[in-house]
Nanobody
Framework: QVQLVESRGGLVQAGGSLALSCAASGRTFSSYTMGWFRQAPGKERDFVAAISWNSRNVYYADSVKGRISISRDNAKNTVYLRMNSLKPEDTAVYYC?????????????????WGQGTQVTVSS
């Protein structure tokens, strides 16, 4: 079992920046692909970014490319999401997820473990 705990999100003005982290329990974190998803009110949960176990491969949704970066520190069992130039449409609950089979995809079904989510609100 892997437990994922996201850091607190927050309220930020449009154009601002925010960093999220996700701490994982368990010794196998370093072997998992990690991803971030988000879900806006009334919408489906969407892929945001993913990073392979060794950080060699990263993937981003087109909507966030150039504004968001994902990274990880396997020694700390933590994955990060750095968000810049935030827009009101980035408002959502952000979820951290772990893919224990390293499928490396962008679909929710490819992730086995999920955090509880953290709210990010971007005001205009």
């Amino acid at each position: 079992q892997v437990q994922l705990v996201e850091s607190r999100g927050g309220l930020v003005q449009a154009g601002g920046s925010l960093a999220l982290s996700c701490a994982a329990s368990g010794r196998t974190f370093s072997s998992y692909t990690m991803g971030w998803f988000r879900q806006a009110p009334g919408k489906e949960r969407d892929f945001v970014a993913a990073i392979s176990w060794n950080s060699r491969n990263v993937y981003y949704a087109d909507s966030v490319k150039g504004r968001i970066s994902i990274s990880r520190d396997n020694a700390k069992n933590t994955v990060y999401l750095r968000m810049n130039s935030l827009k009101p449409e980035d408002t959502a609950v952000y979820y951290c997820a772990a893919d224990s089979f390293n499928r490396g995809g962008v679909g929710m079904h490819e992730y086995d473990y999920w955090g509880q989510g953290t709210q990010v609100t971007v005001s205009s």
